[in-house]
Every structure is written in structure tokens, then in C-alpha cells.
């Protein structure tokens, strides 16, 4: 069973957000098939991109709240998320160890999400990030929404680690990308979990530096979600929300979210109404394939 508004309470459920940049538009489109059949989450972990969405999910867990979360994917370009410009560029050789500014994400966040501070979620919410200088994995339950989403969604390299209590945090991709063991830690019963796959239809690789480095860590996640729910131990129940496939396109492109959500919505309907909530599994479009 999987819990509904309205319903007799059941296992404590966590939405599980993996991370995989523009791609998390498809994470979109399965919230809102979810939401649409009531499939409501006790508590939400993520990482990277998929803090950004879980915590909006957190501060509005409905239907309407995930609508209004797609209006705001599809206003999005890739210069909102990643605003590289010749000035950055330059910046990067000569003086800074980092090549975008925050300052992008962080306004998305001070603009649409609905609380400041993570505690204030209307359902519990823990943001994923890593200790760039000790790789362990840093949970952030209560503080900054918009420094704990700052922080999983820097990408080392490309953005500059956040300082937090003496350490330095980084995207969580690097330690927790699909954050399984997280959600179980804090309780969860039962996990819904929900990658953003990776373009397995495309025949060469990326062009550009960040764009690479994205592709790079989407085919990462896929392999470690993968591995790691192959050694969950017995009595775990989760589902994995299949990803898009064929996929092209690049988690810098942010030019084709409408049809990623749209997309993702025919396909999470497709999956519930095959009975896939209560399968539970690892899809195929998960492993590596080529098409």
C-alpha cells in the first residue's frame, strides 16, 4: 500500500529525489501522475537537482503544488540555472577556483519557494550534500532552504562549495546521489523513488565542459541507484518511477521540458496503472543499454 490524502495511515513513505540537472523536469512529470492518483509522500529526501524539487515539493505536497512547479520548470532556461557568461569565463582562469555563480539558483529558490527555512516544510524534507574535503554525506533537515539546496546542487568544478558549520559542502551526487539510505535512516517504510535517467538515445558525446560533466554524473547515478538497491537488504519496500526511454538530449538543455514532463507524466500513468506501485523492481531503462 502507499499512502493517500485521506486515507488509513500506512507505511511511512519517502519520495526519493535523484539529481541529473535539467532532466529533473522528468521528476515533474512523475509527481504529478503521483499526485494525480493521490500518492502522497510522509517525508522527501533529495539530492542535487532532486533537492531543488523535493524541497518544492515539501512546502506544497499537492496536485496543484506540483502544476504550479511545472509552470515554473517550463520558464526556465539553461542561463537561469547555469549563468555562464565571458566575464565567469575569465574570472575562472585568472582569479576563482569556481566557474558559475550561485546567484541563479539561489533566486529561483528565494522566488518560488514557499517557506525559508527547511523545518517549516509541510512535510519533512532532508537535502542530501557531500563534505568536499572528506567526502562524507551531509544531511540538511532544518536551516537555509535555499543554502542547504545551494549547496547539493553545487557541482564541484563549476560551482563553488557552500561553507556550513566549519565544513564545505558540495552536490550530493558526489557521496548520495539517489539517497536511499538516507530516506531509511530517517524512518521511511517504504520509498518511491525517482531518478531522471540519462540520454541513452544519443550518439555522440556532449559538446562543452559542464554539459560533459552533467552527462558524466547522470550515467553515475544511474549505476549507483542500481547498485545500491541490488544490496538493499530484504524487508525494504520501494518502487523505482521508470525514467524516460529512448532520452535524448543533454542535462544542460533546457529547451525541451515541456515534452520531458509531458512525457513523464504518460509514462508514470502508464507504470501505476500496470500495477508498477506494487511491483516494486529495477526498471531496465536504469542499466546501461544502448539504442
Same mark, same amino acid.
Given at each position: 500500500?502507499?499512502?493517500?490524502?485521506?486515507?488509513?495511515?500506512?507505511?511511512?513513505?519517502?519520495?526519493?529525489?535523484?539529481?541529473?540537472?535539467?532532466?529533473?523536469?522528468?521528476?515533474?512529470?512523475?509527481?504529478?501522475?503521483?499526485?494525480?492518483?493521490?500518492?502522497?509522500?510522509?517525508?522527501?529526501?533529495?539530492?542535487?537537482?532532486?533537492?531543488?524539487?523535493?524541497?518544492?515539493?515539501?512546502?506544497?505536497?499537492?496536485?496543484?503544488?506540483?502544476?504550479?512547479?511545472?509552470?515554473?520548470? $517550463?520558464?526556465?532556461? $539553461?542561463?537561469?540555472?547555469?549563468?555562464?557568461?565571458?566575464?565567469?569565463?575569465?574570472?575562472?582562469?585568472?582569479?576563482? /577556483?569556481?566557474?558559475?555563480?550561485?546567484?541563479?539558483? $539561489?533566486?529561483?529558490?528565494?522566488?518560488?519557494?514557499?517557506?525559508?527555512?527547511?523545518?517549516?516544510?509541510?512535510?519533512?524534507?532532508?537535502?542530501?550534500?557531500?563534505?568536499?574535503?572528506?567526502?562524507?554525506?551531509?544531511?540538511?533537515?532544518?536551516?537555509?532552504?535555499?543554502?542547504?539546496?545551494?549547496?547539493?546542487?553545487?557541482?564541484?568544478?563549476?560551482?563553488?562549495?557552500?561553507?556550513?558549520?566549519?565544513?564545505?559542502?558540495?552536490?550530493?551526487?558526489?557521496?548520495?546521489?539517489?539517497?536511499?539510505?538516507?530516506?531509511? /535512516?530517517?524512518?521511511?517504510?517504504?520509498?518511491?523513488?525517482?531518478?531522471?535517467?540519462?540520454?541513452?538515445?544519443?550518439?555522440?558525446?556532449?559538446?562543452?565542459?559542464?554539459?560533459?560533466?552533467?552527462?558524466?554524473?547522470?550515467?553515475?547515478?544511474?549505476?549507483?541507484?542500481?547498485?545500491?538497491?541490488?544490496?538493499?537488504?530484504?524487508?525494504?519496500?520501494?518502487?523505482?518511477?521508470?525514467?524516460?526511454?529512448?532520452?535524448?538530449?543533454?542535462?544542460?538543455?533546457?529547451?525541451?521540458?515541456?515534452?520531458?514532463?509531458?512525457?513523464?507524466?504518460?509514462?508514470?500513468?502508464?507504470?501505476?496503472?500496470?500495477?508498477?506501485?506494487?511491483?516494486?523492481?529495477?526498471?531496465?531503462?536504469? $542499466?546501461?543499454?544502448?539504442?
Amino acid at each position: 500500500m502507499y499512502a493517500m490524502h485521506g486515507s488509513q495511515p500506512g507505511p511511512k513513505t519517502a519520495f526519493v529525489f535523484a539529481g541529473g540537472g535539467s532532466f529533473g523536469a522528468i521528476q515533474v512529470g512523475m509527481m504529478q501522475a503521483l499526485a494525480a492518483h493521490g500518492v502522497t509522500a510522509d517525508l522527501v529526501v533529495g539530492s542535487s537537482v532532486g533537492a531543488m524539487n523535493g524541497a518544492y515539493y515539501a512546502g506544497d505536497p499537492t496536485l496543484d503544488g506540483v502544476k504550479k512547479l511545472a509552470q515554473i520548470w $517550463r520558464g526556465l532556461t $539553461r542561463h537561469d540555472v547555469f549563468p555562464v557568461s565571458l566575464y565567469s569565463f575569465v574570472s575562472f582562469l585568472w582569479r576563482r /577556483d569556481f566557474l558559475i555563480s550561485h546567484d541563479g539558483v $539561489r533566486k529561483l529558490i528565494n522566488n518560488h519557494l514557499p517557506y525559508k527555512n527547511l523545518e517549516e516544510a509541510a512535510v519533512p524534507v532532508h537535502i542530501v550534500t557531500t563534505d568536499i574535503v572528506t567526502g562524507e554525506t551531509v544531511v540538511l533537515s532544518e536551516g537555509s532552504a535555499a543554502e542547504a539546496i545551494v549547496a547539493s546542487t553545487a557541482i564541484p568544478g563549476a560551482f563553488a562549495p557552500v561553507k556550513h558549520k566549519n565544513r564545505f559542502l558540495a552536490d550530493g551526487a558526489i557521496s548520495s546521489n539517489t539517497p536511499i539510505r538516507v530516506a531509511i /535512516d530517517k524512518g521511511a517504510e517504504r520509498l518511491i523513488i525517482m531518478p531522471t535517467g540519462f540520454a541513452c538515445s544519443g550518439q555522440t558525446p556532449p559538446v562543452g565542459a559542464v554539459a560533459t560533466a552533467l552527462h558524466a554524473l547522470t550515467l553515475l547515478i544511474s549505476r549507483q541507484m542500481t547498485t545500491e538497491l541490488e544490496y538493499l537488504e530484504q524487508g525494504i519496500d520501494y518502487c523505482v518511477v521508470p525514467p524516460l526511454c529512448p532520452l535524448v538530449g543533454s542535462p544542460y538543455d533546457f529547451t525541451r521540458t515541456d515534452d520531458h514532463i509531458q512525457r513523464a507524466i504518460e509514462n508514470t500513468e502508464a507504470w501505476i496503472a500496470d500495477g508498477g506501485l506494487e511491483k516494486g523492481g529495477i526498471p531496465g531503462e536504469m $542499466r546501461p543499454h544502448q539504442h
